[in-house]
């Protein structure tokens, strides 16, 4: 396996695995705009709920397939992760049919062993994923906490919950079914499957990067403006962010 700095420089992809960070998402589709055809498939495992449109505005695309991934990751050295857990790709199209590009990517996962599940319903699953990072990456980055610490002070756990259910209450507004009566099944899997995990926003904060909040809190603010939901944590989760935000300091 080799990398490349340019992705002319690579073979012509079937599939591409969009990664980086939402705020990049833009930068990434330019740098893809010479490989990438009509055929060529694309999934974003970003944070956040808007990758997907940025991406095939700036590429030209027909709509793509919403795909998310929950993981454990950190960037411990230049070029070095350290994995903590999980990683299944889980992916489908917006209007829950099994279509040939989703056929193909469950038959290139699947020969290249990685876990994945192809969802009829996968926007359940990418909103239930804003809620955990809407709560989890903005309070233990604010509180400068793993997991299990946010978990194990009531008033950081409060929040936790209140950004999620608010985040929950769009989704349901947007007429997307997630469970809504999940938190304490979400909160007791976190504690048990990630306990001493740094987000990947407090990872950035400590590394002086700029963060994601815009992606994830502010795309719950954005989404409950349009539906006419209040969402007053994300949007005090929000604002503290931006205000710490290293990137706001430069």
Not at 36 to 48: F, H, K, P, R, W
Not at 50 to 70: F, H, K, S, W, Y
Not at 77 to 106: K, M, Q
């Amino acid at each position: 396996m080799s990398a490349v700095r340019d992705p002319v420089d690579a073979p012509r992809p079937e599939l591409v695995l969009v990664c980086v960070k939402s705020y990049d998402t833009a930068a990434a589709a330019a740098a893809l705009r010479p490989v990438v055809t009509a055929d060529t498939i694309l999934l974003s495992l970003q944070n956040g709920i808007e990758n997907e449109d940025i991406l095939a505005r700036e590429l030209g695309l027909a709509p793509l397939m919403v795909a998310c991934t929950r993981i454990g990751v950190a960037l411990v050295a230049p070029a070095t992760i350290e994995y903590s857990g999980r990683g299944t790709i889980v992916f489908g199209e917006v209007d829950g049919l099994e279509t040939p590009r989703a056929r193909r990517v469950a038959a290139m996962l699947a020969a290249a062993g990685v876990p994945y599940e192809l969802r009829s319903d996968v926007l359940v699953p990418a909103w239930e994923k804003l809620a955990w990072n809407a709560g989890f990456n903005a309070v233990t980055t604010l509180t400068a906490a793993t997991v299990a610490e946010v978990l194990a002070e009531p008033a950081s756990r409060d929040l936790v919950v209140a950004a999620m259910e608010e985040t929950d209450a769009v989704a349901t507004a947007l007429g997307i079914p997630v469970r809504r009566l999940r938190t304490e099944a979400v909160l007791a899997d976190s504690v048990a499957g990630l306990p001493d995990f740094e987000t990947s926003m407090l990872q950035d904060y400590r590394r002086g990067r700029r963060l994601e909040h815009d992606a994830i809190n502010g795309a719950v603010v954005r989404a409950a403006a349009r539906v006419g939901v209040p969402v007053p944590v994300n949007q005090v989760l929000l604002a503290l962010l931006a205000r710490i935000d290293p990137a706001s300091r430069r």
